[in-house]
């Protein structure tokens, strides 16, 4: 196979253009070498890598949490702004799996664990039945300190990728003791469900800290590994960790498991592999719910944001931030207003409906589970109450059910989804820092693995 850059030249002189057409700077720009010399010093070796994954996102999830951040503060989402203020080497990643043009979490992990495509459901074991090293193990062969932090139970398919080896994915139990015998240095997530009393306790015996708390996270010195769980199943939604102050005291967010997670990788003298997965942004999503979408994704955001000052003084450390896949097709469209009705639509409705949103006060899947077994008069009074909306007649016999509410809500809030399924679209792929260079503006998943590697100067 050519090289990507190889290829690239070769599609600039065979569709002919030549630099007196383009420019030489445009050219130049297109360059590899223009981007190796730009990142941030991006041709020398990564002594850390720090992989970000927003679960499930695609770049419209992207664009509305940087607008609802801007309604909601005076910034900017900091992912796009390290587009605009870092010389960070953007590009696309397709994002198929083995078997199927639309990965799961599990084969798209695998692919960054392993190099290989892979069957959807299976963690690191080829559709031959090879199983090869996985990422994790590399980085900790080569003298490095491994963590993972996920707001998904610590043992799901996304955090399982970077280290286990098992068959299928909803197998949590077999996957956890993987991470003691694997040697992950850091933990950091929910999943209290699939770690036995036998297994935390074997944790402890080999020097993990064991932190159940957001207290118990903020007071740790970082002295010892740690193994964090914070919730039995997922952690909480950001929206519900914001509205509802028992869960927002007892559960730490993104950005604090993050920082906690580099005080400890960071002390090591031989750099460190960490992984940060946004993962409810994809949860939210697959129940086609905005707001759970949305602000798991400025929950993210605030992550990279805690990322970004570790690196402003670790200028060795290579950063990407990417997705595995995007999940529900969220889409905010044009609204209208009734002046316009039946003329060219001048989608002057449309900040209106998306501002509706910042009122909503808690994900559905909480809404879900305070209604459960609500008679439909006062699920209506709930869902207004959750979400601020002023239901019209019409609508309001139809808001019974979760699944009433979000036929009804594309019109108050001008957001709708193609599915609650993943999606095949590529994804945004961000590489910042030493061995950003190696990434191109287009690549497939598969090829994240290895470049990973030379990046940060491992066999
Ligand atoms: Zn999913």
Redesign the pocket.
Known sequence: MPSPRTSRRDFLRLAGLGSAVLGAGAVRALGAETREASANGGAGRAKNVIFMVS??MSVSTLGLADAWLRFTTDASARWPGIYRELPVVRGLCETASANSMVT??AAAASCWGIGERITNGVINITPDGRRPTTILQKMKASGRRTGLVTTATVTHATPAGFVATIEKRSDQKGIAPQYLERGVDVVLGGGTEFFPDDLTAAFRKAGYAHLKSRQDLLGWKGDSPALGLFSKSHVPFEVDRRNDPAIGTSTPSLAEMTDAALRRLSAGPDGFFLMVEGARI??AS?GNDPVGTILDQVAFDAAIGTVLKFVEFHPDTLLIITAD?S?GGMQLNGVGSEDFAGKAPAYQGTTEAFKRLLKFNRSQEALGRQTKGLDPKKFLAATREATGLDFSSADAPKVVSLKGLNEVLPKYVGISWTSKN?TAEPVEFAAYGPGASLFPPFLRNDEVHARVLRAAGVA
Do not use: K, N
Request: hydrophobic residues 0%.
């Open positions: 679960d499930g799961d979490s994809d949860h697959h896949h999940t993943h």
